[in-house]
């Protein structure tokens, strides 16, 4: 599976981005999909992760303001950023593994090569 991120870019706080993640292979409802950020200085961390319930789950400083979707047809995953703050500057990775084992940071096995969003006035 190769993932392919885009829709990063320079963004005003309080502005909106559409993230898209486009999946060479097949993936199916089995593999647990995931969006992650990385912030200059800090470790990744989950921003929002499917669950094996397809229930999503958010990073509490992103609750509220992001949405993840995907177009399962259509191998792409999305993460719709709004009332980005200066501190969602990060790389945005998305990554998928094909189990719910280990669904987290430590445990997908194929990453994209990320997209750069930068909040700046």
């Known amino acids: 599976v190769q993932l392919l991120e885009s829709g990063g870019g320079s963004v005003q706080p309080g502005g909106s981005v559409r993230l898209s993640c486009v999946a060479s292979g097949a993936i199916d409802s089995s593999y647990c999909m995931a969006w992650f950020r990385q912030a200059p200085g800090k470790e990744r961390e989950g921003v929002a992760i499917?669950?094996?319930?397809?229930?999503?789950t958010y990073a509490d400083s992103v609750e509220g303001r992001f949405t993840a979707s995907r177009d399962n047809a259509k191998n792409t995953l999305f993460l719709q950023m709004a009332s980005l703050k200066p501190e969602d500057t990060a790389m945005y990775y998305c990554?998928?593994?094909?189990?719910?084992?280990?669904?987290?940071?430590?445990?997908?096995?194929?990453w994209g090569k990320g997209t750069l969003v930068l909040i700046s006035s």
């Open positions: 990554a998928v593994t094909p189990s719910f084992r280990h669904c987290d940071v430590y445990g997908m096995e194929f």
């Open positions: 499917w669950g094996s319930d397809g229930h999503t």
